[in-house]
């Protein structure tokens, strides 16, 4: 089944992790001065994504801990 949600700006990527990203409902900026920018202008946190191999275990406890950090205000990117 396609995926019919709007593309994030990593569907501009080359990189085939990227890529498969490109459909989340985070606004995910790829590595790179944009993200600090934006992050900076609006005094935002960054929360970067480096993948699954280290972070994957530990993702449901930040969600239950946290809450969906998916629709907060901090600035994502993915590296």
């Not at 490109?22 to 005094?43: I, Q, Y």
């Not at 972070?55 to 629709?71: A, E």
């Not at 907060?72 to 993915?78: I, L, Q, V, W």
Request: proline residues 10%; contains cysteine.
């Amino acid at each position: 089944m396609p995926n019919k949600s709007k593309p994030n700006r990593l569907i501009a990527e080359k990189s085939p992790y990227l890529l498969q990203h490109a459909h989340n409902p985070v606004d995910w900026f790829p590595w790179g001065e944009e993200a600090f920018a934006k992050a900076k202008r609006e005094n935002k946190p960054v929360l970067v994504s480096i993948g699954y191999s280290t972070t994957c275990h530990w993702w449901p406890g930040i969600i239950k801990s946290c809450g969906t950090p998916l629709k907060d205000n901090r600035s994502h990117f993915k590296r």
